[in-house]
């Protein structure tokens, strides 16, 4: 979160000053109870299409049987290949910028499994769907404004309680970007086996929840594509700023309505769940021996930068935001570090590079994404950019 201009400048200090000011907004229907909220599901979807990712003791027999099904399906002598993609709102223009410039290359691979978080999770179904989908993915990361994904409604929240920015305008664009085509396209490559998942928090439980985006897909009713959208909208909505979004859940009984917000809330960035016996089924599937990777990128710059610290509140608030996700994004990777030793994977990681020292004006200011997009072209573009380590990355210049 560096220095941008207009009213983002002063978004920290304005959430604090709202905090505890107006009327609570109401919800819709009541959310699950405490005791039994793990039973609900989806409104007209199958059971399994999510799971909480911090769970470690729930029965996996069905996550294991979706690994399964990705890397299984006839490859080429690569290997299992694995695409992270990071949080990082419009720094989201990076890995837009590095997978136009990898599909440039000509050595872009398919990815089995493609996982995104809040921008990440935009980037990832244009990801997922191949190099024909890079021209919309450039065009989204360079055109947008602010103005283009939030509307500002600061009377509104004094009078009551909401959050500070309408998210109307970025549920639109999703929808548009998101067209039913899209989605059927997505339910076709599940059908091959390939995985998508987007991650969301929960912030009525306080727990990251990872969605199996082509199984949604794959029910193929509009209200399976319209979750497909609200997913994607959710794992892209800063708390505080915009409002959580609704999705209605079942036990089979009753109706009621959880919350869900942008999932770099609980993780930035991840792979897949600790708990997955991925060396064990790579060695089953005669995998073992190949280039099984994760490629991970990161849409933000990961060094620590020494500054005099303003001492006024929204500077403050400011930089303390920028530290926890910046921390975060580091145990993430780190995580995965540790996932990709213990299975044998190799990894590759990029992210923002130090040497990049534009500042956007803005939220969303073109100017300064057309400058991350084209870095991360460059990067894309050249097979040494790829980093194998997290000391590596997070010192990549």
Not at 56 to 79: M, N
Not at 194 to 207: C, P, Q, S, Y
Not at 223 to 243: K, M
């Amino acid at each position: 979160m560096r220095g941008r201009g207009g009213w983002f400048r002063l978004l920290p200090a304005l959430v604090i000053v709202l905090v505890g000011i107006g009327c609570a907004p109401k919800r819709a229907l009541p959310p699950p109870d405490a005791a039994t909220y793990e039973s609900f599901e989806p409104v007209g979807m199958p059971p399994d299409i999510r799971y909480y990712a911090d769970d470690f003791e729930v029965d996996k027999s069905q996550v294991i049987a979706e690994f399964r099904a990705a890397v299984s399906r006839e490859k080429d002598a690569d290997g299992v290949q694995l695409l992270a993609l990071s949080g990082g709102g419009a720094d989201g223009a990076y890995g837009a910028g590095v997978l136009n410039g990898w599909s440039r290359s000509g050595r872009r691979p398919e990815f089995d499994v493609v996982t995104g978080i809040s921008t990440g999770a935009i980037i990832a179904p244009f990801a997922f769907l191949g190099s024909d989908y890079d021209p919309p993915l450039r065009e989204f990361y360079t055109e947008t404004r602010t103005a283009d994904v939030a509307q500002l409604r600061i009377l509104d929240a004094l009078i009551s309680g909401r959050t500070i920015a309408n998210v109307t305008p970025l549920k639109k664009k999703i929808n548009r970007e998101m067209t039913d085509q899209l989605i059927r396209e997505i339910a076709q490559e599940h059908a091959r086996g390939r995985r998508l998942f987007v991650g969301t928090t929960n912030i009525d439980a306080e727990r990251p929840v990872l969605w199996d985006v082509g199984a949604i897909a794959s029910v193929g009713t509009p209200q399976a594509h319209q979750l497909v959208r609200s997913v994607i909208l959710a794992s892209a909505s800063i708390p505080l700023v915009f409002d959580p979004v609704p999705i209605q859940v079942s036990n089979g009984h009753e109706v009621r309505q959880e919350m869900h917000v942008d999932g770099a809330l609980t993780q930035q960035i991840f792979a897949y769940p600790p708990g997955l016996p991925v060396k064990q089924t790579l060695r089953e599937l005669g995998y073992a021996n190949k280039a099984n990777t994760i490629w991970l990128i990161h849409n933000k710059r990961l060094e620590p930068r020494y500054r005099e610290q303003d001492l006024r509140l929204s500077k403050m608030v400011d930089r303390t935001l920028g530290t926890l996700v910046r921390s975060q994004g580091l145990g993430d990777i780190a995580a995965i570090t540790a996932l990709a030793k213990r299975d044998d994977l190799r990894l590759r990681g990029l992210a923002v590079p130090v040497g990049f020292q534009t500042e956007p004006k803005e939220f969303f200011d073109p100017g300064y994404m057309r400058a991350l997009y084209t870095q991360g072209y460059a990067d894309g573009l050249r097979p040494d950019s790829w980093r194998a380590d997290l000391k590596e990355i997070f010192l990549a210049r």
